[in-house]
Structures are given as C-alpha cells and as structure tokens.
C-alpha cells in the first residue's frame, strides 16, 4: 500500500511540552507505523504555522487531490486532529471524502489502520459517525426551519415590496405600492404594462419579462411563506389577494 503523509503545526516556533507534537515527531510516528505495516509513504504533506480551523490549507488540499485522483490510496496523519480542529464532525466529513474518493486513512493515536480487521471496523463507525451527525445535522436543521415558518419568519432573501422586521419576519416597505400596482396592470392590461411600469418605478432592480412574471407569481404576495415543504399560508400581510 502506498499513502502520502500529512503534517500540521499551528505554531512551529516557541512550541514545547506534552501537547506539542512537531513536525519531525510526526513525520518520526508516521514512518514507524509505514515500516511496521509494510507501507510505502510516497509523498509528505505539510502545513506549517497553519490553524487546523481552516479547512483550505495547501498541504491538505494537495494531498486530497492526490487521493481523489487516485495518485495515493490513503492517507496517514499521527494524529486526527491534524486534518481539523474545528471539532468531531468537520473531522469526519474529511474522513467521508477521502473514504468515497476511495482512499483510506490511518490515524495512529486512534489506532485507525487500513491494513488491519479492527482498523477498519474503527474507519467503520467513524463513517457512521459521520452519517449520524449528518443526519442529526439535518434533523435540527428542519426543525429550526420549521420554527421559524411557523413564526412567520422569512429563511430566504426578503422580496421585492417587503422589508424585514427585527423578529424576522417581513411586512410591507416602501416599493409595495409598485407591487400592488404590477398586479393591477397585468391583470387589466397584461404582462408588457406591469413589465414596462417596473422599470419606470423600480429602477433599482433589473427587471425583463421573466423576472417580471416570477414576481406576479410569487405566492410571497399572498401572505405565504415557504420553505422546501414547509408552508405557512399566513406567514406575513399579504399585498395582493386571490
């Protein structure tokens, strides 16, 4: 098997004591379970003087490249926390991408090896890990959606006629007469009439025939509010009626 190997230091210089790990540490730990286990690092990665908080670093880009073009066929790392610090699940969605790009990674203070039975069952469950808080991610999600749809609030961008209240929510601005009035031209004279007086009134924005037809199709103006399935259909006061 062939791996690359990744080294990460948020501060090299004035570093000591129990929980530094250096470079040459690291590298020296990666090495060690390469000899034991028969495999050949082909290529080292590093990040130096570079936070674990960010998830764009040149060494983990570059070796995530590799992996994904199938150059190498995993990766090792001394310690999990040197591909992120930004917590568990960040962790693992890093694990994800290098597993589906099929990839394996061996962390060595877990004792993830690739090239082990138990090893692999422990990449096993951090995958499933990794679903759970994925799932738990969206569960928690849906429900703060639906909180809010409930409430009235608007999730998406405000539109055009309304402005946002401090709870959220919206409620008729300034350019809703422009709306009202984009209404009464199109239901009496048409599509062209409501177009050509939201350019005149609305110059602000960029409007033509489609953007214009969104908006008089907007159930937004009906008072409604929705989300994916989520719908409140007294969400917020209404501009125009049925």
Do not use: C
Not at 30 to 52: P, T
Not at 94 to 112: M, N, Q
Not at 157 to 185: K, N
């Amino acid at each position: 098997m062939k791996v690359d190997g990744y080294v990460r230091v948020s501060r090299v210089k004035g570093r000591e004591g129990d929980s530094f790990i250096s470079p040459a540490e690291q590298r020296k730990q990666i090495e060690g379970w390469a000899a034991s286990r028969s495999v050949e690092v082909a290529a080292w990665h590093e990040d130096l003087d570079v936070s674990g908080g960010k998830l764009e670093r040149p060494g983990l880009d570059a070796m995530l490249a590799r992996v994904e073009a199938g150059e190498t066929e995993g990766v090792a790392v001394a310690k999990l926390d040197r591909l992120s610090r930004l917590g568990v699940a960040d962790a693992l969605k890093l694990v994800e991408r290098i597993t589906e790009a099929g990839g394996t990674l061996a962390a060595i203070d877990l004792g993830l090896d690739p090239t082990t039975t138990f090893g692999k069952f422990g990449t096993t469950i951090m995958l499933g890990l990794a679903e759970m808080e994925r799932d738990r991610y969206t569960e928690g999600w849906k429900a703060a959606n639906t909180r809010a749809i409930e409430r009235g609030v608007k999730v998406s961008r405000v539109p055009f006629g309304y402005q946002r209240r401090e709870d959220g929510g919206i409620e008729p601005g300034p350019d809703s007469v422009h709306v009202q009035r984009a209404y009464e031209l199109a239901a009496g004279q048409g599509l062209s009439m409501a177009h050509a007086y939201l350019v005149e009134h609305a110059p602000n924005r960029v409007w033509n025939s489609d953007t214009t037809r969104r908006m008089l199709k907007s159930r937004t103006y009906l008072g409604e509010s929705a989300h994916g399935d989520l719908v409140n259909i007294q969400a917020h006061e209404p501009l125009v009626g049925l």
